[in-house]
């Protein structure tokens, strides 16, 4: 009874302690001045970078925070990504990396303010610019818009986010300055009773701080709502600057450059884009100088790991362009979060105008990066062999359908043989490795627009396999609800409509399991394979897989999705955080869907970014 009583006496205790550390927390204000912000009633300068948490290890975070107070910055921003949030309708995870509200109080700890954009679209060259792929299996729905059933999904998120991050604004004691309503909404649409029930939905769901819209230069009007901030993307003019807030905010500021872009991201199959230091700084000195607040957007990119890039296509006769896994975006920061010439360079611009008695911490040591041994993976198991239970439809039926967001989709069909016919796929989306037999006779690209081959079908009947990669979908533009997956339309054989389908779904939302030792090389027009082996490690450190020998696929290291390879390019490393290594074993999996005899993975102590190959 006394252990109980006890007990029961320290969690009490625990408990008024939590209460009064929570009341104890500096509750602040921040508000529009004419010309500044004003935090605490005094002029106030947002000197910001974007980092985005899903593309940052957890537990490098901290590293990146320190990084952007070393570069001089007092604010970060970030995006928050429905799709990473509610996965599945009604399935919240705010769990490891995914927990916005420990990155947010990990921000307060290192002395930096945020500027919050938990707007349902974010683009952010992130897969369906953000919104959860479920939203299109509900008939009607339509983003972006007053729609009911959109409407509604959308406000449960926001409830949910709400009680993740509302607590956490600057008048409640946290770091968050500034919350976003909706992103560059100008650039898609101009209903302002559509901006206004995002700004009451934010406000239900306890967002009670200062709310704005951030529209591109020739966007803002359109994406402005009157009452609320407009701020200013993709220049470094004061004066226009001056201009357009002026003119859509009653003649008065404060100035905010909500996306500075000193850099650009890439799509496979285009040269690595870079930009140097010397173009962006005087931009940079004469906003500063201006007093105006800015945020570069990125401050540091990271990686876009797993399936989550999204893809740009304006219709018509343009491409479709699918990003590339690494988001190094030339920033500041490289992708492994180490400073480069722009970081300097613009740390030196910032430190002008630094408080006095104020000097920039020390720039923090570059990471140590390795090249290990290389590795012989010599556990192996075609894709084929490794297929889970079907769906079976009269026709193919689309990622969506299959409720399967991610990943690929194995179709299959039995064909009558002995001839040679022209396969036609109408509409596919976005990558596919056609068999006949279980062996490879060719590939289709919808950014090459390529939707037809010509297979030569021995006799009997034939087992015809389309293995079809989602390779992200669009995130900008009035395509946004065009973005179904897989086979979409119809396979035609010779004319002739193919017909009873069996599907299997391969999300590679876990790591596949490769157990069996490889007896022989798979031949070179075998089925994709499955590739694993196990490496140990004296001292985790940085680390960059090599691609180049490989063709296209997929790699995880230690249960976690590096993203995606293809050696057309630019891209040709993969990078391995430290932190995702560990002392002593490690394993690594490999999908590679066009060289299945490949079978050596080499690493390097740098990236590769800017290699391309037909």
């Not at 700890?109 to 954009?117: Q, S, T």
């Not at 075609?382 to 990622?399: C, K």
């Not at 976005?430 to 090459?448: E, F, I, K, P, S």
Request: proline share 8%.
């Amino acid at each position: 009874m006394r252990k109980h009583l006890l007990y029961a006496l320290l969690l009490g205790s625990l408990s008024l302690l939590a209460e009064s550390a929570k009341a104890q927390a500096p509750m602040h204000t921040f508000t529009l001045g004419t010309e500044s912000f004003l935090l605490d009633g005094q002029p106030f300068q947002m000197i910001s970078g974007e980092l985005h948490y899903p593309r940052i290890p957890r537990e490098a975070w901290r590293a990146r925070l320190k990084m952007a107070k070393a570069m001089g910055l007092n604010t970060i921003g970030t995006y928050v990504f429905w799709n990473v949030h509610e996965p599945q309708p009604g399935r919240y995870d705010f769990a490891g990396n995914h927990d916005v509200a420990a990155f947010v109080k990990m921000a307060q700890e290192e002395g930096l303010w945020v500027v919050l954009r938990p707007s349902p679209y974010v683009c952010a060259e992130w897969e369906f610019g953000g919104y959860p792929y479920w939203l299109q299996n509900v008939p009607g729905l339509q983003v972006r818009s007053q729609e009911p059933q959109y409407v509604a999904a959308y406000r449960r998120y926001l409830q949910a986010v709400g009680k993740q991050l509302a607590p956490l604004q600057v008048n409640h004691g946290g770091p968050v300055l500034l919350v976003q309503v909706e992103n560059e909404y100008g650039s898609y649409g101009n209903d302002k009773e559509y901006l206004a029930l995002n700004k009451k939905l934010f406000e239900e769901a306890g967002f009670d701080g200062l709310l704005y819209t951030c529209d591109p230069v020739k966007d803002v009007a359109n994406g402005h709502l009157p009452g609320l901030l407009p701020a200013v993307n993709g220049t470094d003019k004061p004066s226009q600057i001056r201009q357009l807030v002026r003119s859509n905010h009653s003649g008065k500021g404060p100035y905010y450059v909500a996306e500075w872009y000193p850099a650009w991201f890439d799509w496979w199959g285009t040269p690595h884009h870079t930009v140097p230091a010397e173009k962006y700084t005087p931009g940079l000195d004469l906003v500063l100088q201006a007093g105006m607040s800015i945020n570069m957007y990125m401050f540091h990119g990271g990686t876009t790991r797993g399936f989550m890039n999204g893809a740009n296509y304006k219709g018509g006769t343009s491409n479709y362009e699918p990003q590339i896994s690494s988001y190094d975006y030339d920033a500041p920061l490289d992708e492994a979060g180490n400073a480069t010439p722009k970081f300097l360079a613009f740390r030196q611009v910032i430190a002008k105008y630094r408080p006095a008695g104020q000097p920039l911490p020390p720039v923090p040591a570059v990471r140590p990066a390795v090249a290990l041994p290389a590795l012989q993976l010599t556990r192996a198991a075609s894709l084929l062999s490794q297929l889970p239970a079907p769906v079976a439809s009269p026709t193919p039926l689309t990622f969506e359908a299959l409720k399967q967001a991610y990943g690929f989709v194995l179709y299959r069909a039995t064909v009558p043989g002995g001839n040679s016919q022209i396969l036609k796929i109408t509409d596919l989306r976005d990558y596919a490795v056609v068999m006949v037999n279980g062996q490879r006779v060719g590939t289709l690209d919808r950014r090459l627009r390529q939707d037809s081959l010509q297979l030569a079908l021995p006799a009997g009947s034939v087992q015809l396999d389309i293995l079809v990669e989602n390779m992200g979908r669009i995130n900008f533009g009035k395509y946004l609800l065009e973005n179904t997956k897989g086979i979409t339309q119809s396979v035609r054989l010779g004319g002739q409509e193919v017909k009873n389908w069996r599907m299997y779904g391969l999300p590679f939302d876990q790591v596949p399991a490769v157990a069996k030792p490889a007896t022989q090389a798979p031949a070179s027009t075998a089925a994709p394979v499955l590739r694993s082996a196990t490496f140990s490690l004296a001292q985790p450190a940085d680390t960059y897989l090599d691609m180049r020998s490989w063709g296209k696929g997929v790699v995880w290291v230690n249960g976690h999705n590096l993203g995606r390879y293809w050696a057309i390019g630019p891209q040709q490393t993969l990078y391995v955080p430290a932190e995702w290594l560990k002392k002593g074993k490690n394993e690594v999996t490999v999908l590679e869907l066009l060289k299945p005899a490949q079978a050596t993975l080499t690493t390097l102590d740098h990236p590769i970014l800017n290699e391309l190959r037909p």
